[in-house]
């Protein structure tokens, strides 16, 4: 599936590829309709709806994933909310092995999330996922997300990296693309991104549903800088 003798520099995802992705889709849609729905005394499906728009009006901008954006659209302390269900914040239950053999094999290892700075500090406070990191990054550090080929250009002018000897893994197809777009010659999609759905059939990138299916191969092939294509 993947070269691992060709792989130096691994970026990933956060919520949704090292996180389950449970903790934001319980939040977003569900723990925060209900409080919209007490606050405003309407019923949840109502409060849901309205939700479903707002959302749907910013996707895959960073307002979508801005908690201060939040916090003014609903009048509600976003951070504080989210405090209220942290005990559903954990790492996937296949991400330590695999994050342990990427850096027990020398590889960079970088997060680049979407998530907002707080949402961040809560994660890292909630997993200690800092440990397995070289460099953490949200991309509000840079003013645009992911799906932009501004963030990419961005990202390599900060934390410079190769095109041809990176791995970038994320649950976000549209973000997958972006980053074939620049030019990143490793790609990989998390099917399941979220441990209480059902696995999502991924066309047009290599998938995985479970890390540990790939502790082996890095182990055994480690980066070899000789390897790489011209």
């Not at 449970?22 to 005394?41: A, T, Y």
């Not at 890292?124 to 550090?141: A, G, I, P, W």
Request: hydrophobic share 40%.
């Amino acid at each position: 599936m993947l070269d691992w003798s060709k792989i130096s520099t691994v970026l990933l995802d956060m919520d949704g590829t090292i996180l389950d992705l449970h903790f934001d889709n319980h939040f977003w849609l569900e723990h925060l309709p209900k409080r919209v729905s007490e606050r405003d005394n309407i019923p949840l499906a109502q409060a849901k709806e309205q939700l479903q728009q707002q959302y749907q009006e910013v996707a895959g901008t960073i307002g979508w994933y801005c908690l201060d954006y939040w916090a003014e659209q609903t009048q509600l302390p976003i951070t504080m909310l989210k405090r209220e269900v942290q005990h559903l914040i954990q790492l996937r239950n296949d991400a330590q092995l695999f994050l342990n053999a990427l850096k027990a094999t020398g590889r960079k290892i970088i997060l680049v999330t979407n998530a907002h700075p707080d949402s961040l500090s809560l994660k890292v406070e909630r997993t200690q996922l800092d440990k397995y990191f070289n460099k953490l990054y949200s991309t509000h550090e840079f003013g645009v997300t992911k799906e932009s080929q501004e963030l990419w250009q961005k990202l390599k002018q900060t934390e410079p990296f190769d095109l041809a000897s990176t791995l970038f893994v994320d649950d976000s197809l549209d973000i997958l693309a972006s980053a074939k777009e620049f030019g990143i010659k490793h790609l990989l999609a998390v099917a399941n991104p979220d441990s209480q759905q059902q696995a999502r059939e991924i066309k047009g990138y290599p998938s995985i549903t479970n890390f540990n299916d790939l502790v082996d191969d890095i182990y055994a092939y480690k980066f070899n800088p000789e390897t790489l294509e011209s």
